[in-house]
Every structure is written in structure tokens, then in C-alpha cells.
């Protein structure tokens, strides 16, 4: 497969790029380095003697009275290359991976690697990339090499967008039709399929000509498995109450009863107690998966104009005392949160989930911009930041771009974004998870065409999360991403021209 191939070209690493792979090349920048004279080939990097020490003790020597979170410390790293080879020193199996990754690295640069001492650390717990399956079905293949060009960025976060209306994403045994009905439509191209303000229909399995696809257990395990000896945590995405089209398609009888007896295309009725039956066996399968810590439920875009027509939910709003649809809405995230907890997950939703009153463990994914992100800190919430005009990466780098979202964002003003706002006071700094970007697929059919899309954004957030705020640079960076994209097409990725940015 080719990720493979593209592990085996980081261990060759036989590239001549520059004079010789240094600290200052790296992406993430490190916190802290050193070079000492001499370097050695890259060819013979992979026959150098590795000596390991995991101890937190030994560590912390060398951190010298740094104070590091827990967290930080566990992916924190020594890595010391010279004459008598390699020497790592890491408090957990984590810091000693990203050590590797950062050989690994340096050696696909260049064809020789300058003598180094490196110490380092993240900046964020959260580093993470959302890729949207459900308008455009990628597949496993695809998703292994992009976690690996993940892992080489140090990034540990993939939101994994995996049912929307133009398609459900991956295998429920509770309810087959999921997959065998709505992962699969007459159209490819999604703006095709969408031609009315609902969208198209479905077609079943086997269809001649149907487009589509989803994840089987067996991929899904497939993936956790890749991801997880990359130390990558894989988050669900399963929508709720918004952006349930295809539920709907297949389960009409989840949605909105109307009095003109028509049923709500959108949403799913948050007064009908079927409605919680049906997500709580979904999740229950969802959870077995997917043993991440965090299911995100969504929570943006429902539209509850019908709400306030539905008997059901009419009805929902009187037993519990509610008196809008926001605090509907409210109300449906918060007993989903406590059915999470129940099987010890937390849930992670959009920021509209701050409508009508936040679940109380919530966090909160903030993509309007930064203010509810704000918001959700001073309440006491979690955040991870993902604002639309720094880190969709649906949005296109130049105006010619092929088929992309108006707005323009190229690679600078991703990498100028500071999660770490002004507002933030240092005893709410904790409640800064860290960054996101999310790559919505609506106009994106082709792998190539995801990737380009992807990269080299992708390395500026990468820098973002991990490296120190001191230690951005845009020139510097500008410079390394161009390296680092002029290797990325050697191994077989697609590269937007960072120098082509303007």
C-alpha cells in the first residue's frame, strides 16, 4: 500500500534538498536544540545504535525546573544524535515516538543530518484534522496516509466526520439500512446530487452506477489499529439533531410529525422518544468502535422552525419545562451527554451546542470564529479552536483555485492564527484544548484534490499546536513548508505551492 512505501522513503531518507537536515528544518519547529559539527548520512541512519531510557526522573533532569503538565511531559522528548548514534530520553512510549518522528524527518530532507541535541514538548493536548466523509467517500487507504503524514507532524487528533445528509459513513448492525440505503445515491459529484434545497435521493447497494461507500468494523478497527501505534486518537462524528437528511430518508418515521401531515425533511424530532432509541443504539455501537474518550454529537445547523409546529416536541417542551426550541435542542444534547457518561465518554459538539444552555462537561469546538470559543472558557468549559476564516480548509489559497469555497485562505493566515487569545485569563488557560483544521468535502471529490486542499495548511497547524508561541516565525516557516511540501509530492501526496500563496 502506499503508506507503506511512504514510512519506508522517511527511513531511507536520501533526499538532497539542502547542505544537510537540521533542527531549524523541522516541522513542528521544537522548543529547544543545540548543534554540535559533524553530521552523518542519511543512508546510515537507520543502522545507527539507539539507546532508550523511559524514566520521567530522567527526564525531568534534563528539563532542568521547566515546568511541564503531565500531559506535555508524556510526549515530551531528549534526542541526542552523534558519533556513538542515537540517544532518547522520554517519560512514556509518546515522547519516544515523536523522537523518532523527528529523525525521521530530518532524514527525509536531506541527504545528511548535522549532529543535534533536541528537547521538546507540545504547546496543546489537541492537534488535530476533521476530514468530511459523507459528501465524498474516501476510504481506508486513504485515511492510513493521512494519519501517517499526521503522525510525522506530531499531530494526535482525527475528528472523523462520518454521517451526513448526503451520506452515512459507517456500519450500525441495529439498522443496516444505514449503509445498504443511504451510503449510496445516483450521483457522484455532490452539487449534483443536491440540486434542490433537500437534496437528491438514494439508491440501494448494488445499485449499476451508485456512487458511495462506508466503513466496515473491520475497517474501522483497521484504522484504530494504524492510528494508534502513531499515538493518534480517532474521534467519531455522529450528527444530532441537524443534518440528518439521510437518517431521515431511511427512517421517516424519526422526523417531525407536521399538521399538514408532511414530515420534517431535516431534522430529527427531538419530542418523539423513538428518536433517543434509535441514537443510543447507533452510539452504543459507535462507542464499541471507537474506543476514544470523546463521540462528537455535532449540534450545528438545526434549523427547529418546525419544532415549534411538531406535537411531539410541543409536548417535549411542556413535560420538562422548556421555553424554546434552543433549550429543545438543550435539552437533547444534555441527555445525550448523560447517556455518554453513562459509558464513560464525553461528548464534543459545534458551538451552537451554546444555544439554550451548554451540557455541563461539554466541550465545545468553536467555529464561528473565536467569540463562542471565549464564551465556553469563561463558562468553564473546554475548547478547541477552529474558527472558519483561519481553518476550513474547504475555503480556496488562490482565486483560481478548482472548485472551492469562496473565501480566501492561504497558507499564512492559517499559520497566523493564535488560539491563545488576550481574553483568555492564565487560570482559564487550561480550558484551551488546542486547534483544529477541517477540511469540508462538498466541492472535493478526488483524493488528489483533498490532499491539495489539505496541504501544506496542514503543517501550519501542525506548528501551531505543537511548537511554542516564541517560536512561529512566517519567513522561517515559509521556507521549511517548502521543503517539506517539495518532499510530500516525492512520496506520493498532492501539494498545493506554498510559495504560490499570495
Given amino acids: 500500500m502506499k503508506y507503506i512505501l511512504i514510512t519506508l522513503a522517511f527511513a531511507?531518507?536520501?533526499?538532497?534538498?539542502?547542505?544537510?537536515?537540521?533542527?531549524?528544518?523541522?516541522?513542528?519547529?521544537?522548543?529547544?536544540?543545540?548543534?554540535?559539527?559533524?553530521?552523518?548520512?542519511?543512508?546510515?541512519?537507520?543502522?545507527?545504535?539507539?539507546?532508550?531510557?523511559?524514566?520521567?526522573?530522567?527526564?525531568?533532569?534534563?528539563?532542568?525546573?521547566?515546568?511541564?503538565?503531565?500531559?506535555?511531559?508524556?510526549?515530551?522528548?531528549?534526542?541526542?544524535?552523534?558519533?556513538?548514534?542515537?540517544?532518547?530520553?522520554?517519560?512514556?512510549?509518546?515522547?519516544?515516538?515523536?523522537?523518532?518522528?523527528?529523525?525521521?524527518?530530518?532524514?527525509?530532507?536531506?541527504?545528511?543530518?548535522?549532529y543535534c541535541t533536541i528537547l521538546d514538548w507540545p504547546r496543546f493536548p489537541y492537534r488535530g484534522v476533521m476530514l468530511d466523509e459523507s459528501r465524498h467517500f474516501q476510504g481506508k487507504d486513504f485515511v492510513l496516509k493521512q494519519l501517517e503524514m499526521m503522525a510525522l507532524l506530531k499531530m494526535n487528533r482525527f475528528h472523523f466526520h462520518l454521517v451526513d445528509n448526503p451520506g452515512w459513513r459507517v456500519q450500525i448492525d441495529a439498522y443496516p439500512r444505514l449503509t445498504n440505503l443511504t451510503a449510496w445515491r445516483p450521483q457522484a459529484f455532490f452539487w449534483d446530487w443536491e440540486k434542490n434545497e433537500i437534496g437528491g435521493p438514494f439508491v440501494e447497494e448494488g445499485t449499476p452506477g451508485a456512487y458511495g461507500g462506508y466503513y466496515t468494523k473491520q475497517d474501522i478497527a483497521d484504522i484504530l489499529s494504524f492510528a494508534k501505534e502513531r499515538f493518534i486518537e480517532v474521534i467519531p462524528e455522529i450528527e444530532m439533531p441537524g443534518h440528518n437528511y439521510e437518517t431521515r430518508y431511511a427512517f421517516p418515521e424519526l422526523a417531525c410529525s407536521l399538521p399538514n401531515?408532511?414530515?420534517?425533511?431535516?431534522?430529527?424530532?427531538?419530542?418523539?422518544?423513538?428518536?433517543?432509541?434509535?441514537?443510543?443504539?447507533?452510539?452504543?455501537?459507535?462507542?464499541?468502535?471507537?474506543?476514544?474518550?470523546?463521540?462528537?454529537?455535532?449540534?450545528?445547523?438545526?434549523?427547529?422552525?418546525?419544532?415549534?409546529?411538531?406535537?411531539?416536541?410541543?409536548?417535549?417542551?411542556?413535560?420538562?419545562?422548556?421555553?424554546?426550541?434552543?433549550?429543545?435542542?438543550?435539552?437533547?444534547?444534555?441527555?445525550?451527554?448523560?447517556?455518554?457518561?453513562?459509558?464513560?465518554?464525553?461528548?464534543?459538539?459545534?458551538?451552537?451546542?451554546?444555544?439554550?444552555?451548554?451540557?455541563?462537561?461539554?466541550?465545545?469546538?468553536?467555529?464561528?470564529?473565536?467569540?463562542?470559543?471565549?464564551?465556553?472558557?469563561?463558562?468553564?468549559?473546554?475548547?478547541?479552536?477552529?474558527?472558519?476564516?483561519?481553518?476550513?480548509?474547504?475555503?480556496?489559497?488562490?482565486?483560481?483555485?478548482?472548485?472551492?469555497?469562496?473565501?480566501?485562505?492561504?497558507?499564512?493566515?492559517?499559520?497566523?492564527?493564535?488560539?491563545?487569545?488576550?481574553?483568555?485569563?492564565?487560570?482559564?488557560?487550561?480550558?484551551?484544548?488546542?486547534?483544529?483544521?477541517?477540511?469540508?468535502?462538498?466541492h472535493v471529490q478526488d483524493a488528489w484534490h483533498a490532499e491539495m486542499m489539505l496541504y501544506p495548511r496542514v503543517f501550519a497547524i501542525a506548528e501551531t499546536g505543537w511548537s511554542q508561541a516564541e517560536k512561529k516565525d512566517w519567513p522561517d516557516f515559509e521556507r521549511r513548508a517548502s521543503v517539506l511540501s517539495a518532499e510530500a509530492r516525492k512520496w506520493g501526496y498532492t501539494v498545493y505551492p506554498p510559495n504560490s500563496q499570495q
Fill in 12 to 114: 531511507l531518507g536520501v533526499m538532497n534538498v539542502q547542505a544537510q537536515a537540521q533542527p531549524t528544518d523541522l516541522i513542528p519547529a521544537p522548543a529547544e536544540y543545540s548543534v554540535s559539527p559533524g553530521c552523518i548520512s542519511s543512508k546510515e541512519m537507520a543502522g545507527l545504535r539507539e539507546k532508550v531510557r523511559i524514566s520521567p526522573k530522567s527526564l525531568l533532569r534534563h528539563l532542568k525546573g521547566r515546568k511541564l503538565e503531565d500531559w506535555q511531559l508524556k510526549s515530551a522528548y531528549l534526542l541526542e544524535l552523534g558519533k556513538k548514534g542515537v540517544k532518547i530520553v522520554a517519560a512514556d512510549e509518546e515522547g519516544v515516538f515523536y523522537a523518532r518522528q523527528t529523525l525521521k524527518m530530518m532524514a527525509a530532507l536531506d541527504s545528511s543530518v548535522a
Fill in 261 to 442: 401531515g408532511g414530515k420534517d425533511p431535516w431534522e430529527l424530532c427531538p419530542g418523539k422518544e423513538s428518536t433517543f432509541e434509535f441514537l443510543e443504539k447507533v452510539l452504543l455501537e459507535v462507542f464499541d468502535m471507537f474506543p476514544s474518550k470523546y463521540i462528537h454529537i455535532g449540534g450545528d445547523e438545526a434549523r427547529k422552525n418546525n419544532w415549534k409546529l411538531c406535537p411531539d416536541c410541543q409536548a417535549r417542551m411542556k413535560a420538562e419545562g422548556l421555553k424554546s426550541a434552543e433549550e429543545l435542542q438543550s435539552y437533547m444534547i444534555r441527555r445525550m451527554e448523560r447517556f455518554a457518561h453513562e459509558h464513560g465518554k464525553r461528548i464534543i459538539g459545534w458551538d451552537e451546542i451554546l444555544q439554550g444552555g451548554l451540557a455541563p462537561d461539554a466541550t465545545v469546538m468553536s467555529w464561528h470564529g473565536i467569540d463562542a470559543g471565549l464564551q465556553a472558557v469563561k463558562e468553564g468549559h473546554d475548547v478547541i479552536f477552529t474558527p472558519t476564516h483561519y481553518y476550513y480548509l474547504d475555503y480556496h489559497q488562490d482565486p483560481a483555485q478548482f472548485r472551492a469555497v469562496g473565501r480566501h485562505v492561504p497558507l499564512e493566515k492559517v499559520y497566523s492564527f493564535e488560539p491563545m487569545a488576550k481574553d483568555i485569563s492564565q487560570a482559564d488557560a487550561h480550558h484551551v484544548l488546542g486547534v483544529q483544521g477541517n477540511l469540508w468535502t462538498e
